[in-house]
Nanobody, 112 residues
Framework: QVQLVESGGGLVQPGGSLRLSCAAP????????MTWYRQAPGKQRELVAT???????NYADSVKGRFTISRDNAKKMVYLQMNSLKPEDTAVYYC??????WGQGTQVTVSS
């Protein structure tokens, strides 16, 4: 079974930083666009950031200038560097590949 594994979530104060990681099987990593989504309590899941196989990126307006998505082709890892975190960034963050493959999610809580 294909598995994406996220890590790096936690509790952080407003203005702080976290880096999320997503490990993907090699065949998946090499074939698909990789995306981070998030889902806050009572809200729909929303796209946060996307990176293509060639490194092109796209971000939700709400995170532009604060979050950076990147990929390490040698390690088959995708990262989401989150800076200047706000309470409204609190959510479960999910790694996605090719629109249909999902990780289990990692909780990010921004609170003082």
């Amino acid at each position: 079974q294909v598995q994406l594994v996220e890590s790096g979530g936690g509790l952080v104060q407003p203005g702080g930083s976290l880096r999320l990681s997503c490990a993907a099987p090699e065949i998946i990593f090499n074939l698909y666009v990789m995306t981070w989504y998030r889902q806050a309590p009572g809200k729909q899941r929303e796209l946060v950031a996307t990176i293509t196989r060639t490194g092109s990126t796209n971000y939700a307006d709400s995170v532009k200038g604060r979050f950076t998505i990147s990929r390490d082709n040698a390690k088959k890892m995708v990262y989401l560097q989150m800076n200047s975190l706000k309470p409204e960034d609190t959510a479960v963050y999910y790694c996605n590949a090719g629109a249909s493959l999902w990780g289990q999610g990692t909780q990010v809580t921004v609170s003082s």
